[in-house]
C-alpha cells in the first residue's frame, strides 16, 4: 500500500470511493505520523484519536454503502481526516484559543463551519495550536508552546493558524480549518508552503468562532492545491441564521477550469512591492505573475494608494474589538478562576494571570482608543480611513478580476527573532491586513523557494464574493507548476 499521507485530498477522497482502502487506514495513517512528528512540531494542542476512529467507521459504511449501491453521490470529504485550529469550536473537544483562560472549557456546541463538514463525513483528529485568542503573526504567543515549521524547525510557521499550516504541510492531515482576521490563514499558508483560502467576509459563518475582531474575523482553510481546497469552502460557504454577520448570499458553483485564463485581468500594485523585501520573495512572486500571462491573463498595475495606511489601521480597529470581546473571560461562566477578596480582585487575579502578555498588550491598545476623550481622534479616525482603504479596492476591482501580489515581505523567520520588538512582528502582516479591512477574499499559494529552501508565497486577491475567480487562476497556476505537490518532512 503507498504512503497514505502523501496523498492530496482528492487522491484520497479517490482511493475512498473506489475501495483502495479505507477511512480506518487513511485515520491511521495521520494517527501515526501525529504520533511520531508532533512532539517536535507542536502543531496539535488535542488529538482525539478514538472519537476520529469511530468517524472513520461510519464513513467507511457510508462508502461501502455507495459503492455496492453504485451510488457515487457521497461527498468528496467522507472518511477525509481534517484537523480543526483550536478557535473554532467542537462539541465535546477542549477550545481553548490558546489561553489558559480557557483551559479545560468544553464548548456545549459545535460550530457551523465545522459541523457542515462533520455533515459531509469529515474525520476530525483533533485541535490545532494557535497564537493566543489568534493574536500573533508565528504561532509564539500560545500558551501551550511554539509551533515549528516543517520545514525548518527553527523557524515559525506563520501565524496565528500556524498550527493548522504546520501540520498540513508535514502531512498529519489532508486539510485544516483556520481564522484570517489579519492574515492569519494567508501568512501561515506562505511560510509552509501550502494552499490557504481566506474567504470574504460573511461568505462563511462565524458562528462557534472564538471571536477576536468581529469585523474582521473570517473562517478559512488549508489544503495542498486550490482543488483540494474547492470542496472544503463549498461545503462551509453558505448563509447561516445562527451569525447575524452572515451572507445571503448563494454557494457559488466552483469550476477550475482548464488552466486557460484568457480574458482574466490580473492587477499587480506598486504598494506591495516595498523596500527591504527579501529579493528571493519578490523574484517568485514575478516569476509567477508571468506564468498568470502566459496561461493567458491580462496583467496591469493598480494603484492601491492608501495600503500604507493599513497598519495602523488595523492596530486601532482590531484591539478595539477585541478589548470588548474579551471583556467575558472573567473567571465566572467558563475556564479557571482564581481567587480574590471581591469580585474586582477576582476579575484581576483571573485576567491578570492568565492572559499571555501579547493579548494584554492589545487589551490595552484597544481599550485606550475606545476611551473617553479619544475615540473620535484614534477608533473613529481608523474607521474612516478603512473605508478609504475598501474604495482602493472597489476601484481596482472595477476593471480588475484579480489583485495579485506578496503575502509577506520575507520568508518564514526565526522563532524568536522579534520577541522584544512587538512593532516588527506586526510589520509581517503588512500585506495582508488590507483585505480584511476591506472584506476581500484571498487565497495564498506556493510559487518557489528561497536559498535556505523555505518557501515562497504569493496571493491573489478578488472582490468580495469573488472566490470562483481565485480557484480558477490558482488552479491554472497549479497545474502547470509543481511547488504545492512538495512536502516537508518527506
Given at each position: ?102 483551559e479545560g472549557f468544553l464548548p456545549p456546541y459545535t460550530a457551523t463551519s465545522v ?236 485576567r491578570g494571570a492568565l492572559f499571555g502578555p501579547e493579548v494584554k498588550r492589545r ?128
Amino acid at each position: 500500500m503507498p504512503n497514505l499521507t502523501a496523498l492530496s485530498l482528492l487522491d484520497a477522497s479517490d482511493g475512498l470511493r473506489a475501495g483502495d482502502f479505507s477511512s480506518v487506514e487513511l485515520t491511521h495513517a495521520c494517527l501515526d505520523r501525529i504520533q511520531a512528528l508532533d512532539a517536535v512540531l507542536c502543531s496539535f494542542l488535542f488529538v482525539a484519536p478514538e472519537s476520529a476512529l469511530e468517524q472513520a467507521r461510519h464513513a467507511d459504511q457510508v462508502l461501502r454503502r455507495a459503492r455496492r449501491e453504485g451510488a457515487p453521490a457521497v461527498s468528496r470529504l467522507t472518511g477525509i481526516p481534517v484537523a480543526i485550529k483550536d478557535v473554532l469550536c467542537v462539541q465535546g473537544m477542549p477550545a481553548t484559543a490558546g489561553s489558559r483562560i480557557l483551559e479545560g472549557f468544553l464548548p456545549p456546541y459545535t460550530a457551523t463551519s465545522v459541523q457542515r463538514l462533520l455533515d459531509a463525513g469529515v474525520v476530525i483528529l483533533g485541535k490545532t495550536n494557535t497564537d493566543e485568542f489568534a493574536m500573533g503573526s508565528s504561532t509564539e504567543n500560545s500558551s501551550y508552546g511554539v509551533t515549528h515549521n516543517p520545514w525548518r524547525l527553527d523557524r515559525v510557521p506563520g501565524g496565528s493558524s500556524g498550527g493548522s499550516a504546520a501540520a498540513v504541510a508535514a502531512g498529519l492531515c489532508f486539510a485544516a480549518l483556520g481564522s484570517d482576521t489579519g492574515g492569519s490563514v494567508r501568512q501561515p499558508a506562505a511560510f509552509c508552503g501550502v494552499t490557504g483560502l481566506k474567504t470574504s467576509y460573511g461568505r462563511v459563518s462565524r458562528y462557534g468562532l472564538i471571536a477576536y475582531g468581529s469585523s474582521l474575523d473570517t473562517v478559512g482553510a488549508f489544503a495542498r492545491s486550490a482543488a483540494d481546497l474547492q470542496p472544503l469552502f463549498t461545503t462551509m460557504a453558505g448563509h447561516d441564521a445562527l451569525d447575524s454577520t452572515s451572507l445571503p448570499a448563494p454557494v457559488p458553483e466552483i469550476d477550475l477550469g482548464r488552466g486557460d485564463l484568457r480574458g482574466l485581468r490580473v492587477g499587480v500594485p506598486r504598494e506591495y512591492f516595498i523596500d527591504g523585501m527579501q529579493p528571493a520573495v519578490e523574484r517568485g512572486v514575478r516569476q509567477a505573475i508571468e506564468v498568470l500571462r502566459s496561461l493567458g491573463a491580462t496583467i496591469e498595475d493598480v494603484r492601491l494608494p492608501h495600503t500604507d495606511l493599513a497598519l495602523p489601521v488595523y492596530y486601532l480597529i482590531a484591539p478595539a474589538e477585541a478589548s470588548a470581546n474579551l471583556a467575558r473571560y472573567d473567571g465566572v461562566r467558563f475556564g479557571p478562576r482564581r481567587a480574590g477578596m471581591d469580585l474586582l480582585a477576582q476579575y484581576l487575579e483571573t485576567r491578570g494571570a492568565l492572559f499571555g502578555p501579547e493579548v494584554k498588550r492589545r487589551i490595552m491598545l484597544g481599550t485606550y482608543a475606545l476611551s473617553a476623550g479619544y475615540y473620535d481622534a484614534y477608533y473613529g479616525q481608523a474607521q474612516k480611513v478603512r473605508t478609504l482603504i475598501k474604495q482602493d479596492f472597489d476601484e481596482a476591482f472595477r476593471r480588475l478580476d484579480l489583485i495579485a501580489c506578496p503575502v509577506t515581505p520575507t520568508t518564514a523567520f526565526g522563532i524568536g527573532q522579534h520577541g522584544d520588538d512587538p512593532l516588527s512582528m506586526y510589520l509581517e502582516d503588512v500585506f495582508t491586513l488590507p483585505a480584511n479591512l476591506a472584506g476581500v477574499p484571498g487565497m495564498a499559494f506556493p510559487v518557489g523557494y528561497d536559498e535556505t529552501g523555505l518557501p515562497i508565497g504569493m496571493q491573489l486577491m478578488a472582490p468580495s464574493l469573488g472566490e470562483p475567480a481565485l480557484f480558477r487562476a490558482t488552479h491554472a497556476y497549479q497545474s502547470v507548476t509543481a511547488w504545492q505537490k512538495e512536502r516537508a518532512l518527506r
